[in-house]
């Protein structure tokens, strides 16, 4: 009878459909952490890590010659008694501050030095493991701050899977995935608490520091600790209505607090600036100037590239109809019910106590909102704190409800337990889910990140995919480390990092060779004239400006002008090397460098591009090396695509002839887009070379179609179909025969349809 009793009084769901529930925020887990999202900042960390792992954890600034100098200057020490001043230069040193800095260190030791490091070369997958493992730790955060809220386990998983959902496409392999996992702890930390022991608040201390030394969103702990303290003081002069931590509790968290505030100054390396730079970033006179970076715009930003907003639009009006419902159902509350009998009160142990109001989470939980909706990189937080509160509105609503009507019947307040088909219905429901989304998500991995990558032959693992990382200047960086090249060069910002990462530091120093303009890094080292410095120039300087105010293009003419400025800002900072990335092929910026004698060309592909001032003695000896044959590269066929590139532009009939050959001898050794297409410049500097080219790209486009099905069971077929698209769109006009120009024209629409599904294909 006790044990009838027992099970008549359980939760819905509890029992062996908890392991349901398990596996579905696994699987939703896992499906967070499959969005493609580029690496900008993930280089950069192994950069940087691997220069504290080499040289320690200091402020000197090892890859760009623009950014912050480390130590304090003497106009600055001037300002303090002469007895501080050795106190500021330990405790608060300038130049780089990396409050990332243990972020930085585990993703190079996680790649390069740990026993779980692939060993197959450019594939970093031990980064894909680790966001796989950031994001199951996140879920079940979120879980169980709904169940110690008291809220069903059914509804509390389904809110954890919601959770993840809502944030998946921001979240990355950089630093600031750990805070959104700290953030579900915090928080987890605070409803402990206050519903367990307040003693729990003490948890913040060791919290706070480890994550000042990961990332620099340590700081949202202090700012909701604020809210924290002031609800639970007003709160807690009415326990009756509100749930509070009461009097001592607040002194409790207020010492923890501070606690927790001098120990991620002392226990960090750079301790209090690791502080007072947060504070610069985000409230100094520059600080609207970074934020015009996409990913810190406001959330229903709908044409923003970065991430969406629309699960956490739908998650926004869903929360503020379930904050309605609670509101209405709170108003429900009766009078004073019947008193049981004794025979009652054994069946029923214990009426339902109508739930207090926890006005401290539910304001943390609003704030975070806010700071989504301002700026969209703190979705995923917003809906790890928002999710677990949203579901105990319905779990409190439901048993409101339910009591009430229980109320109006017999006047006592009792919770009518879930039917068992109901129950069952729902288990199936949850079981039939997880099978769905499992079986589909799964399938989609396979095919998107283990199958053959049409994009690429080499970068093609996992890491490579999901971080769109097989766009990164390898071959390039390669060339740049393999020919020693120094100095300083303009880079475009998001693949800065890739560059320091690329290059060989030096030994005693840990600075690399060639040094950056820019990189993602941008506040955390750089001022912000430094940074409109660099825009200008990619922009095209004051010429443009005025184009565009014009509403018109440039002229020929202007694009001198153009050419002039740029390269004068140039000689000013130094620059002899530009790189560029295929995406900024068409700027303002590389046009007109294109059209100068003193810019040339030595390395390019269909990813990226490196010009070299030819007036400079560094670009002058590494060109001639070029045409003498002694520059390294990486492969033939990029030395072949480089000598193809310069000699086509050149005014003597024999030399274009020679960078004709080599064009189809890169062509037959790699196809690329890059090839083909100064095939195609030949032509237009030597009609006469039509008919050589009309018959090598006929062999080329005949050759593809005969083995066409099995180059798709291989990786990189889309960089030999592209190369025959623009074939077939060339000989379509320029055939002779009619029945292969039909061919032509035929496989032109193929082609395309084929590429656009590639496209298509490779996302996620």
């Known amino acids: 009878m006790a044990k009838r009793m027992k099970q008549k009084h359980k939760d819905a ?143 509390a998983a389904a809110f954890a899977c919601f959770a993840v959902f809502v944030g998946r496409s921001f979240v990355d392999i950089r630093p600031q995935v750990f805070t959104n996992l700290l953030v579900s702890i915090f928080v987890l930390i605070l409803v402990l608490a206050t519903y367990r022991n307040v003693l729990y608040i003490w948890l913040i201390v060791p919290l706070g520091v480890f994550w000042c030394n990961i990332h620099g969103g340590y700081i949202y702990l202090f700012i909701m600790l604020i809210p924290f303290v002031a609800c639970n003081f007003v709160t807690g002069i009415s326990k009756k209505w509100f749930v509070s931590i009461g009097l001592k509790g607040v002194y409790q968290t207020i010492l923890a607090g501070l606690a927790a505030f001098l120990a991620v100054i002392v226990f960090n390396p750079f301790h209090l600036t690791n502080l007072t730079h947060t504070f610069l970033v985000s409230v100094s006179k520059h600080a609207e100037l970074w934020r015009t970076v996409n990913e810190w715009h406001p959330a229903f930003e709908w044409t923003n590239p970065v991430g969406t907003g629309v699960p956490f639009a739908v998650m926004f009006g869903v929360s503020l109809g379930l904050f309605g419902l609670w509101l209405i ?38 704030l975070t909102v806010y700071m989504a909706i301002r700026s969209r990189r703190f979705i995923p937080i917003a809906a790890n704190v928002a999710c677990p509160v949203m579901a105990m509105f319905i779990d409190q609503s439901v048993r409101m409800i339910s009591a009430r009507l229980y109320f109006n019947r017999h006047n006592r307040l009792v919770v009518s337990p879930m039917s068992r088909p109901l129950e069952i219905s729902f288990t199936i429901l949850t079981m039939g889910a997880v099978l769905f989304f499992g079986t589909w998500w799964g399938l989609k991995f396979k095919r998107i990140y283990l199958d053959p990558w049409p994009t690429d032959r080499v970068l093609n693992s996992v890491f490579m995919r999901m971080t769109a990382s097989y766009a990164k200047p390898f071959y390039a960086g390669q060339f740049i480390r393999e020919n020693k090249l120094k100095g300083k060069m303009f880079n475009y910002w998001t693949e800065g990092g890739f560059i320091a990462w690329t290059q060989d530091p030096d030994p005693n120093t840990g600075k690399t060779p060639l040094q950056l303009f820019m990189d993602g890094r941008a506040q955390a080292a750089y001022k912000a004239d430094d940074y409109r410095m660099w825009a200008s120039i990619m922009a095209g300087g004051p010429v443009v400006q005025r184009a565009a105010l014009a509403r018109r293009e440039p002229t020929s003419s202007e694009y001198v002008q153009i050419g002039d400025w740029i390269n004068e800002q140039f000689k000013r900072h130094d ?24 810019w040339r060309t030595v390395f390019i592909s269909d990813k990226q591009k490196l010009m070299v001032n030819y007036d400079t003695p560094q670009g002058r000896e590494l060109l001639n090396s070029l045409l003498t044959n002694q520059t390294k590269y990486p492969d033939e066929v990029h030395k072949f695509l480089a000598l193809a590139y310069n000699m086509l532009r050149s005014k003597d009939e024999q030399i274009v ?68 698209l623009v074939a077939v769109r060339w000989l379509a006009k320029t055939s002779k025969d009619p029945e292969f120009v039909q061919f032509c024209n035929g496989k032109k629409k193929e082609y395309k349809i084929e590429q656009d599904y590639l496209f298509e294909y490779t996302k996620w």
């Open 329 to 366: 159902s709170l108003a429900l509350r009766p009078g004073q019910p019947a008193k049981l009998t004794r025979r009652e009160a054994k069946e029923n142990p214990g009426e339902y106590q109508w739930p207090r109001i926890d006005l401290a989470l539910a304001s943390i939980a609003a």
């Open 657 to 724: 002839m020679q960078g004709f050959s080599f064009a189809l001898r890169s062509l037959e050794l790699d196809p690329s887009q890059t090839a083909i297409l100064e095939i195609l410049r030949a032509v237009q500097r030597e009609p006469k070379l039509i008919d050589l080219a009309g018959e090598a790209l006929t062999m080329y486009v005949k050759h593809f179609e005969d083995n066409r099905n099995r180059y798709r069971k291989e990786d990189g077929y889309a960089k030999r179909l592209i190369p025959a």
């Open 13 to 155: 769901f509890s029992g062996w459909p908890i392991v349901l529930f398990f596996l579905a925020m696994l699987v939703f887990a896992i499906h967070s952490g499959t969005r493609m999202v580029a690496a900008g900042d993930t280089w950069v960390a192994m950069a940087s890590g691997r220069h504290f792992l080499t040289h320690g954890v200091d402020t000197v600034e090892p890859f760009s010659a623009n950014s912050h100098k480390p130590g304090p200057t003497e106009a600055e020490l001037k300002k303090y008694p002469k007895w501080l001043h050795g106190v500021i230069k330990k405790w608060h040193p300038t130049g780089w501050v990396n409050q990332n800095w243990l972020t930085h260190v585990m993703f190079y030791w996680l790649t390069h030095k740990s026993p779980f490091a692939d060993a197959q070369e450019y594939s970093f997958n031990t980064l894909v493991y680790w966001k796989f493992a950031v994001c199951i730790l996140t879920v079940f955060c979120v879980y169980y701050i709904g169940r110690v809220l008291g809220v069903n386990p059914a509804l």
């Open 575 to 598: 620059v002899w090397l530009v790189l560029m990335p295929a995406v900024q092929f068409d700027a303002k910026l590389m046009n007109a460098l294109e059209r100068r004698i003193d």
